[in-house]
């Protein structure tokens, strides 16, 4: 299946770079193009991608406020795009709360090509964009200057003790893979467990759990 994509960035040699570089792909399609974040949200209401590159600072519409129109559309909107955040800082309270407003997470725009390439891909398919380095330090410093409750959440009371081991795996940066040699489980049945705490704490995927994760303290910054 072919991935439709959009790119939103204010720098026109940013998005042509881009575009090049992704419509070279077998698998992936780049539909449209826009400049700032009001015409993104237009671009992407009118031809359903299925990821939007977002860059974080533009005029007009910032990345922030485009990506929760996105992700919060009004009554009679249903597309709902993944969103991948674009960025050309590594440390930014701006894309945490960008991922907090459901964004599948974000990369750095001189990562190499194979990697954006491959964080398409794997946004696309419904996974969060969590493993690289900065995007857990961008987590933890955030953490760190803002406490999180110091009461337990009600909604980890839905939780089974197998299902919190796994959210706090996810918190901590681990993989799948990773988090299946740690417990001891096949992949499938670690997808499984992920899949219902997704489900039950009403979560829109692996992003928002690491932010719920440490916002209620089930995992504190450096902590084991």
Do not use: C, W
């Amino acid at each position: 299946m072919t991935i439709r994509v959009i790119i939103v960035d204010d720098q026109s040699m940013v998005r042509a770079g881009f575009a090049a570089l992704l419509s070279a792909q077998s698998d992936i399609d780049v539909v449209g193009e826009a400049p700032d974040g009001r015409q993104g949200v237009e671009t992407s209401r009118s031809t359903h991608p299925d990821v939007v590159l977002m860059d974080v600072r533009m005029p007009e519409m910032d990345g922030l406020a485009a990506t929760r129109e996105l992700l919060d559309p009004p009554p009679g909107v249903v597309h709902r795009p993944k969103v991948l955040m674009l960025t050309t800082f590594d440390v930014d309270d701006y894309v945490y709360a960008a991922l907090r407003a459901g964004a599948s997470g974000f990369l750095l725009k001189d990562a190499p090509p194979a990697d954006l390439i491959a964080a398409v891909r794997v946004v696309a398919a419904g996974e969060a964009l969590l493993a690289p380095t900065v995007t857990k330090r961008l987590i933890e410093d955030f953490a760190r200057t803002h406490p999180a409750r110091r009461d337990r959440s009600p909604r980890l009371n839905s939780l089974t003790p197998r299902e919190l081991e796994v959210l706090e795996l996810i918190a901590r940066g681990l993989s799948n893979q990773e988090i299946a040699r740690k417990l001891v489980l096949a992949e499938q049945t670690v997808k499984t467990h992920i899949g219902r705490v997704l489900a039950k704490l009403g979560l829109r995927d692996r992003a928002q759990a690491v932010i719920f994760a440490y916002e209620t303290g089930l995992v504190t910054p450096g902590g084991q």
